[in-house]
């Protein structure tokens, strides 16, 4: 799709991710943002406990609009939004393909080619957690806000 | 079936070497048996990259004016300290040193973002890099302060020089713990939950002349990108380890000391890293070319993954306790296949050298050989052998507390 079809759709999917404060935990709030704001949700990652701040990593998928007002919705009801985890990329020019980050990666994004050893990224399995961006010597992975 | 070096070389000139790499000649033999591989094959070239932390390297800054005489003062480079103790312009700066505000480990684990390994990158990268030295002043260099900023090209010289790289074969770090560890050998999660490793195995240079028939003092090699040679025997050089019947070590052994000109030298195969929890280091390349003077050389450079066997240790208690013990061994293949199995458990292995860049560098190699560039050097002394008795020794310690 070229770029100009994909700006005259307007359809735009993200990975966030999205804190919930203790208070909101028991609130209907992803309910909301599926029926009032016709956001697709999957859910990567959740971690939502009564009494304790949330945590959620999700894909939202939807028209720019819907997901401009959607993400409103969520600051204004204290949800911090944070990290896009399309925005962990890899530079290439730094990485070795040493493979120090393929057991780190809770979400298993990162696999060395049989034969050739070479280590491929692959984004759409990342959660956006970080845990690689420290863990690789030569700091190949950076974090995007 | 015998060659000299020197037959060899004459073939590089006239553009008639057959080189391949380690990689190569693994399916060249198996598919054409030792003895006609040793005929056909006159080099086999081999790579591996990945951290060597005692690295380090040497500069001549030229002569301030009025003079002023480093030694015995105190000079950083981007903030790193490097050691000041010859004479006036004359520093060298090792591949683990970190600035003094580092944080280090007090906020565990530390970053250990930039480092001595960064320094050495950026100056082979051409970038500039600021020069802060303090000195006591004299009659003969009287000044006491500088403040600049030097880049490689207008150094007198710059020389990499690294006392221990290119182990012949090494750990396979796991973690029996509870908490996640944090070491030179990446990451360890708890309960055996990963391993690391650190060899390019059936590329390494030690892996295919594991008893040192070919590889001696004045080898010349590929190193960092540029050329460079065999200086020494490595730091920690252990030949006397148990071996398998293949003649490679069951466990670190030869290590090589290197040196070469930094100036011709790339960031590519020199690169700055960071070790999470532990320290900064700096990652080297290096490929050294085997001459098949025979057919025993041969089938060393034939050895696979599947016939090199590294010893499985627990980074949480055995490594840094010094204590003997082992959890198994386990074969390169095994490494490489993603998955060992120690004590019943599978456990997923990550790497900290890169096998492609290691392939890369013995294809390089391979390459400056076959155009007639690089041509073979006759070791002037050989390398401890695995009956010279050479051993590795802990410290024995002897309390100084009271004179």
Known sequence: MSEKEKSTKKMVTKKVVLHFPKRRVDEPILFRLIKDYDLEFNILKASITP???????????????????????LL??????????????????????????????PAGAFSSEPGTMVVRFNSKKCVACGLCIKACPPRAMELHF | MTKTISEINQKIKQGKAVVVTAAEIIEIAKQEGIKKAAEMVDVVTTGTFGPMCSSGAYFNIGHTKPRMKLGGGRSYLNDVPAYAAFAAVD????????????????????????????????????????????AYGTDCYPRKKLETWINIKDLNEAVLFNMRNAYQNYNVAVNTSDKTIYTYMGVLKPRLGSAGYSSAGQLSPLMKDPCYKTIGVGTRI???????????????????????????????????????????????????????????????????????????ILRYTAIT???????????????????????????????????????????????????????????????????????????????????????????????????
Not at chain 1, 76 to 104: F, M, P, W, Y
Not at chain 2, 110 to 116: A, K, L, R, S, V
Not at chain 2, 124 to 130: C, E, F
Not at chain 2, 253 to 278: E, F, H, N, W
């Open chain 2, 222 to 296: 590929f190193l960092g990108g540029g050329v460079g040679y065999v200086a020494w025997p490595g730091t920690q050089f252990n030949p006397g380890v148990p071996r398998s019947e293949n003649g490679t070590p069951r466990g670190g052994a030869a290590t090589l000391c290197v040196i070469g000109d930094l100036k011709q030298m790339s960031p590519r195969y020199l690169v700055g890293t960071s070790m999470q929890g532990y320290g900064v280091s700096l990652a080297v390349g290096i490929g050294v070319p085997i001459p098949i003077l025979n057919e025993d």
């Open chain 1, 51 to 73: 009494e304790a701040e949330g945590l959620m990593v999700v894909e939202l998928k939807g028209e720019q609009a819907s997901y401009d007002l959607g993400v409103q919705y």
């Open chain 2, 91 to 134: 520093l060298f700066i090792g591949a683990n040193a970190l600035p003094d505000d580092d944080p280090r480990n007090h906020n565990h684990p530390g970053d250990f973002n930039y480092g001595g390994g960064h320094v050495i990158e950026e100056l082979v990268a051409g970038h500039d890099v600021r020069l802060i030295a303090s």
């Open chain 2, 305 to 403: 993954d599947a016939e090199i066997f590294a010893p499985v240790i627990d980074y949480s208690s055995s490594y840094p306790n010094r204590e003997p013990d082992i959890l198994g061994e386990v074969s390169y293949a095994e490494l490489r296949s993603g998955k060992i199995k120690v004590q019943g458990k599978s456990i997923p292995t990550a790497a900290l050298s890169s096998y492609p860049r290691a392939l890369e560098i013995a294809n390089t190699l391979k390459d400056w050989i076959g155009k007639g560039e690089f041509l073979l050097s006759e070791p002037v002394a050989a390398l401890p052998g695995p009956e010279s008795g050479v051993t590795f020794k802990p410290l024995n310690e002897r309390p100084a507390g009271e004179y």
């Open chain 1, 76 to 105: 204004n009801c204290g949800v911090k939004i944070q990290a896009l985890s399309q925005d962990v990329t890899r530079n290439e020019d730094r990485c070795t393909s040493c493979g120090a980050c393929v057991t780190v990666c």
